[in-house]
């Protein structure tokens, strides 16, 4: 989870506190390897694909898999940013925040468009998403790759690449960060 979900996750102010370590670094870095094994079969090759991440815990698992396509195909893919906040459904309902850098630096259109984020839960933020993309053209296809989906979907939506299923809670919290994927949940007065 990026520092400004954790700043404004519920209940608002709290600290994220990890309870067990569901993945290490060694795990999130054979994941990264696979999806983009995964990616590269299913799209024969890197031709026409573009990385998007979401901000902002989908930007550097991007960058992470821009580079295993480097070392396993040494072809470059661009990579991109998108922040979502502004077209999700629930503004009002929750705090906005604040904006993030939205880079997307190829033209979209005819192209294969992968997002890329950490955690999916619910699927708004990736309703969110594919709203956010028609701003930017009409890519041929959108796929969808996250290092963790923890269930819980309101929404019709499912992820093309996983690098981890992991049921929880709904109360529960997932981080993912450079040295691995943590459980645990937001404690309310905590100071970090």
Partial sequence: ?????????????????????????????????????????????????????????????ARRLAQAFVEIEGAEVPVGSLDVALHRDDIGLRPVMPEAVTHIPVPLDGAIVVLVDDVLFTGRTIRAALDALTDYGR???????????????????????????????????????D?????????KGVRP
């Avoid at 696979?34 to 026409?48: D, P, S």
């Avoid at 040295?179 to 404690?187: P, T």
Wanted: hydrophobic share 40%.
């Fill in 179 to 187: 040295e691995g994927v943590d459980l645990g949940e937001m404690v």
């Fill in 1 to 61: 989870m990026a520092e400004r979900e954790r700043r404004t996750a519920p209940p608002y102010g709290g600290v994220f506190v990890a309870r067990k370590r569901v993945m290490d670094a060694d795990a999130l870095r054979r994941a990264i390897t696979r999806i983009a094994h995964e990616i590269l079969e299913r799209n024969n090759g890197l031709e026409g694909v573009i990385l998007v991440g979401l901000q902002t815990g989908g930007v550097p698992l």
């Fill in 139 to 177: 890519p041929r296809a959108v796929q969808l790759a996250v290092m963790v989906d923890r269930g819980h979907r309101e929404l019709p939506i499912r992820p093309d690449y996983v690098g981890r299923n992991l049921p929880t809670r709904r109360d529960e919290m997932v981080d993912v960060h």
